[in-house]
């Protein structure tokens, strides 16, 4: 390949690797198969390699979910960490829990239940994340199981603010 067929525009963004010829001049990685470019130090991927010779995290298969904060993903992501998660999470403050210490001397944040998307890059579709706070103490749930638990909850709400039993639920004593 020639230097001539190669971007100018690029040429000036290069990092100091990639103009000594030490990482490729295209993607920035160290190429598995180096290729010299002609008239100039640089090389760049084999084009038997196009499909890592790219801008984009290497093991990522475009596009994200819409919902993904993908600024996450990257080259040096493990295997169990490529998923795709959710920018928004949903936050409900528990004033019945124990509260959080936030660093010595600071104040304490009411501990509170959160709610974000997950999937897996080889998975197929979203799972939906419940747990407390900051920790690992949660569970996953399908979309049905969790309009299921939000009718769940919402049905022990409505028993808390009744007076009496609706009168088909009513037992005789
Ligand atoms: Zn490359
Ligand atoms: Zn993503």
Redesign the pocket.
Known sequence: MSISNFPPAKIATLSEAQKAGTTCARCGRVPLSPQSLDGADLVVCADEHARVCTDSVFW?TPP??WW?G?RW?SDHDRGSDRH?MSEWTGNVPLVLEDGNEMGSGLSYQPEYATVHLVQGVRETEPRIWCGKGETNQGWYMTPAETRELAATLSSAADMTERQAAPLAAAKAC
């Open positions: 990522l994200c979910p993904c993908s993903h795709h």
